[in-house]
C-alpha cells in the first residue's frame, strides 16, 4: 500500500500562502500545520491576558501582540503564540513586519488537544530563541498559571505556578504583576478533561 508523499514548502512559499489564507498555519521543516479557531475560553484568556499586558505596559517601552504576529524560531519553526512581548527594539523578517525574531515573553494558552505540545516540543522551540526571557502558560480549566523564566538565555528555566483569583502572578522578564481575577475575567471554567493528543501533521487542525 503506498503512502502519498508530503508536500514540502520553502519559507518563501509558506510566506506568500499565509499572507494571503484565511487560516493560520504553523511551519516547520517544510510542512504546514493549520490552527483551528480557539473555544470561548481560550478567546477571553487570551484577549485578557493580551489586555492586562498592554495596560500593565502602557508607559514603558514594551510592545503586546496578540495571537496574529508570528515568530521565527531559530529551529526553522514559524509559530503564533498566543501573545508575545517585545520590550527592546522589535526586529521583524523581512520589511512586511508580520515576522517576529526577538520576543521577550512568550505567552500560551492551553488546550486539551495542545498541552503535551505545548509543554513538550514547543517549549524546546521556544527555548531556543535567544532573547526569550519567560514562557507563560496558562490553563483552561482552572485558575492556574505557570511561569518559566530564565535571565539569560545560557541560564536553567525557573519555575513558579500561581493559582486562585485572589491572587497575582509575576512577570519576572517585565518586573509586572497581574491579577488573576483580570486575566480570568468572564471565563467560565469547566473541566475539559479529554487527553492530550499529539501535533497533527499535514494540514490537520490543532483545535483550541
Given at each position: 500500500m503506498s503512502t502519498a508523499a508530503i508536500k514540502r514548502y520553502s519559507v518563501a512559499e509558506y510566506l506568500a500562502i499565509e499572507r494571503e489564507s484565511d487560516v493560520k498555519h504553523e511551519f516547520f521543516d517544510g510542512e504546514l500545520f493549520a490552527m483551528a479557531g480557539g473555544s470561548r475560553a481560550h478567546n477571553l484568556l487570551s484577549l485578557n491576558m493580551a489586555a492586562e499586558l498592554r495596560d500593565a505596559l502602557k508607559h514603558s517601552p514594551c510592545e503586546v501582540y496578540p495571537s496574529d504576529m508570528r515568530v521565527e524560531l531559530p529551529t526553522g519553526?514559524?509559530?503564533?503564540?498566543?501573545?508575545?512581548?517585545?520590550?527592546?527594539?522589535?526586529?521583524?523578517?523581512?520589511?512586511?513586519?508580520?515576522?517576529?525574531?526577538n520576543p521577550l515573553v512568550i505567552v500560551e494558552v492551553l488546550s486539551p488537544s495542545t498541552e503535551a505540545y505545548d509543554r513538550g516540543t514547543k517549549f524546546e522551540h521556544y527555548g531556543r530563541l535567544p532573547s526569550l526571557r519567560e514562557y507563560v502558560l496558562v490553563s483552561q480549566d482552572r485558575v492556574?498559571?505557570?511561569?518559566?523564566?530564565?535571565?539569560?538565555?545560557?541560564?536553567?528555566?525557573?519555575?513558579?505556578?500561581?493559582?486562585?483569583?485572589?491572587?497575582?502572578?509575576?512577570?519576572?522578564?517585565?518586573?509586572?504583576?497581574?491579577?488573576?481575577?483580570?486575566?480570568?475575567?468572564?471565563?467560565?471554567?469547566?473541566?475539559?478533561?479529554?487527553?492530550?493528543?499529539?501535533?497533527?501533521?499535514?494540514?490537520?487542525?490543532?483545535?483550541?
Open positions: 519553526l514559524y509559530a503564533y503564540p498566543d501573545v508575545s512581548v517585545v520590550c527592546s527594539e522589535p526586529r521583524f523578517e523581512g520589511d512586511r513586519q508580520d515576522v517576529l525574531l492556574n498559571v505557570e511561569h518559566f523564566s530564565r535571565s539569560s538565555a545560557d541560564e536553567d528555566w525557573v519555575f513558579t505556578r500561581s493559582t486562585g483569583t485572589d491572587t497575582t502572578t509575576r512577570f519576572a522578564a517585565i518586573d509586572r504583576a497581574l491579577a488573576l481575577s483580570g486575566i480570568y475575567a468572564k471565563v467560565e471554567l469547566d473541566s475539559i478533561g479529554a487527553a492530550a493528543a499529539p501535533p497533527p501533521r499535514n494540514n490537520e487542525s490543532r483545535p483550541r
